[in-house]
């Protein structure tokens, strides 16, 4: 395929572990030999590591400190353990510590007193710089690691990997500085999964492996000549997708085995940035959060992503600055965010994405997997190519609320592939259930939607360049407050909709919508403002749809649930015989919410759109009504969707409201409504 399968290239021996292809650097090294007696009744012991120290002296303070890699690499360490390096000292080789700690009582791997962070240089002669092996319960906290010497042989900065050992806890990476990571300036060894700055892997073919509680944080990735951040399994098959890119990770396809997913990752408040391939990938895992991080030029050797995820079920991705990916050419990947293959249930939010060559999001999977996301409150500014790429078996893809902002930038005036670029695109007819809401889409670029008809549009903002086929589009000027100059996710305030936005409360109301903004700004109850960013704080509730009901019955295969699904391109209808007045629509809401102005959103409204009703709100023990009579004159009579509202004498709060119907157009014999909505 075409779309996400961005790692080709020759033959590679396997960065963490030997296999049949004549390997020799083995996963587990045997932990040397030690008797400490029962270890749960030794007490935790600080050692420390010094370039001035002492092979021959205990290690146990900073007078009589160790001196070598060699003679930390012979202990094995017990719970509470602690290894402290010397600050501003620097050491040439591997660390591979031994010996594992408990969740109250982890092994420490850090630094002690002041200055620059201990440094290990690997110098290209290693597989792995600090590397871990069937440990859990390690911490690794504060050192610089490199690992780069003349060859391009892909190695690893931190290596932490387990076989055949069930579930593996508590390991913790964190505050690491890793850069000058080997490996290939081109081709496709400069896009190997398997290598980088910090690899977390779980690997064997007879005990299911997996992290649980596994912590990524805090972290500079730089100057990886492949990957920044990665998690993967061997354990890895479902859904038809039955191997991992074998020319790269040394594992033959028949040596894998049936998806395991690590639990409770965690990858989060890292600087990963000059990248040759992907920045942050999370794979195999179930509940994964990569969240804070800041990612810049990731794919500046290779096509590739700045975060991605694959074999992952809800997938947690947000507050995520990520910028300057490279364009790697139309069919390849570029793009801030990627819900690569076997992916259900992903939400991106609340994210800035922005100056990216390739695009802001790509759903791509493989074989019947599919590849499903919700993407909402993200502001995109200055993403170019395809702003939305959708290829095969991206399902369920739900874009709400987003702030699209595409200007005509010089890279997209001047790229000889102009002509090709979309704010849409769909490259597979196995694209299904695709609808954008709520959206800004500022296209000053004027790129098309190529997006096969397979997508649908509801009450989005289109200010500039074409206009898609949207049940109820707002066009105009979305008159934000400063839109387009914000450098990074702190400075997002330009989004903010003016007083006179055509944007503000005219969004549909979206159930289980997360709450919040893309700046955190709580929601309000009931019609938010269009896009990612909102004027005025509301209660920040998240919860499911009001329910609704009818004394007049459903026609045209409809239901009421039509009315408050947050669509406008469903639509419920009466009868379309023996409707008689007054009839009622009851909204039950969640929770109580403030109502001054009760929308009717409908098409053809001019043959079937309410013309007169009363507003009654429930006041726990009677209903009450707000507005009398109440005239409601539609101006259009066609297929897109026309807004009118009723507004209250004042603002009241209520668990329900009730429209009395007292009169309707019945050019067709029915009443109808696309949604009926509050604010």
């Known amino acids: ?19 049949s292809t004549g390997i020799t650097a083995p996963l587990a090294t045997a932990a040397p030999a030690r008797d ?9 012991t600080s050692y420390y590591v010094d370039p001035q120290g002492s092979d021959s002296a205990d290690g ?11 003679k930390v690499n012979a202990q094995t360490f017990q719970p509470g353990d602690t290894v402290s390096f010397k600050a501003g000292g620097t050491w040439t080789g591997q660390f591979t510590p031994h010996g594992s700690g408990t969740k109250a009582s982890p092994v420490t791997l850090t630094s002690y007193g002041t200055g620059a962070k201990p440094r290990i240089d690997g110098g290209g002669s290693v597989d792995a710089t600090i590397k871990l092996s069937n440990l859990h319960d390690v911490v690794v906290d504060g050192f610089e690691v490199t690992n ?47 290598a980088g700055g910090i690899i977390v892997a779980a690997l064997g073919k007879q005990t299911p492996t997996y992290y649980d509680n596994l912590q990524i944080e805090d972290n500079e990735v730089y100057d990886s000549r492949s990957y920044g951040i990665v998690t993967w399994s061997q354990w890895m098959q479902r859904e038809g997708w039955n191997y991992l890119w074998t020319d790269l990770m040394g594992i033959p396809a028949a040596d894998y085995r049936p998806w395991t997913p690590s639990t409770h990752v965690v990858v989060e408040g890292n600087s990963v940035h000059d990248i040759s391939a992907g920045g942050i990938t999370v794979m195999q ?87 499903e996301a919700t993407i909402r409150y993200n502001v995109s500014q200055g993403d170019a190519n395809q702003v939305f790429a959708l290829s095969t078996n991206a399902k369920n893809i739900d874009i709400y609320n987003n702030t699209i902002w595409v200007p005509l930038t010089p890279f997209i ?26 959206n800004v889409i500022y296209n ?7 997006d096969q008809n397979l997508v649908t549009y509801d009450r989005n903002l289109y200010q500039d360049g074409p206009v898609p086929s949207d049940n109820s589009a707002i066009t105009g000027d979305a008159k934000l407050t400063a839109p387009g100059a914000a450098k990074q996710i702190t400075d997002l305030s330009g989004y903010v909709p003016t007083a006179n936005s055509p ?15 893309t700046a955190g700004t709580k929601l309000p109850s009931g019609m938010p403002d269009i896009g990612g960013r909102q004027r005025t704080a509301g209660p920040g509730l998240d919860e499911a749809a009001p329910t609704a009901a009818t004394t007049f019955g459903d026609g045209q295969s409809s239901t009421p649930a039509a009315l408050t699904d947050g669509s406008d391109s469903t639509t419920w209808a009466s009868p379309s015989s023996g409707v008689t007045y007054p009839g009622s629509i009851t909204l039950t809401f969640p929770s109580s919410r403030t109502v001054s102005e009760v929308v009717l959103a409908t098409h053809f409204g001019q043959g079937q759109g309410i013309t007169k009703a009363d507003v009654q709100t429930w006041n726990g023990s009677a209903w009450v009504t707000q507005a009398t009579d109440a005239a409601v004159t539609w101006t259009s009579n066609n297929a897109t969707v026309e807004r009118q509202s009723i507004r209250l004498p004042k603002a009241v709060s209520t668990t329900q409201l009730r429209l009395v119907v007292k009169a309707a157009n019945h050019t067709w014999g029915n009443l109808s409504a696309n949604e009926i909505s509050t604010r």
């Open 1 to 19: 395929m075409s779309r996400g399968w961005r790692f080709a290239g020759p033959a590679l021996a396997a960065v963490l572990i030997g296999t």
């Open 36 to 44: 400490q007696g029962d270890p749960s009744l030794k007490a935790a």
């Open 60 to 70: 146990r303070t900073p007078a009589t400190a160790w001196k070598s890699l060699d």
């Open 148 to 194: 780069t010497g003349s060859g391009t042989t892909p190695r690893i900065g931190i290596g932490v990997s387990a076989t055949d050992q069930g579930a593996v806890p508590g390991i913790t990476i964190r505050n690491n500085k890793v850069h000058a990571i080997q490996g290939a300036s081109s081709g496709g060894q400069a896009s190997n999964p398997s």
């Open 285 to 371: 895992a179930q509940g994964a959060r990569i969240e804070h991080n800041r990612v810049d030029k990731t794919a500046q050797n290779h096509g590739n992503v700045g975060i991605w995820w694959a074999g992952a079920d809800d997938t947690m991705v947000q507050y995520n600055d990520v910028s300057g990916t490279k364009y790697w050419g139309l069919a390849s990947d570029g793009t801030a965010f990627d819900a690569d293959a076997s992916v259900h249930r992903s939400v991106v939010q609340h994210n800035f994405s922005h100056d990216n060559e390739g695009g802001f999001f790509i759903a791509v999977s493989t074989a019947s997997a599919p590849a």
């Open 413 to 438: 005036a001047n790229h000889p592939d102009r002509a090709s670029f979309s704010l849409v695109k769909v490259w597979n007819t196995t694209v299904k259930d695709v609808r954008f809401r709520n």
């Open 444 to 450: 000053g670029a004027k790129l098309p939607y190529n």
């Open 503 to 517: 944007a503000i409360a005219a969004g549909l109301d979206i159930a289980n919508d997360g709450g919040r903004d």
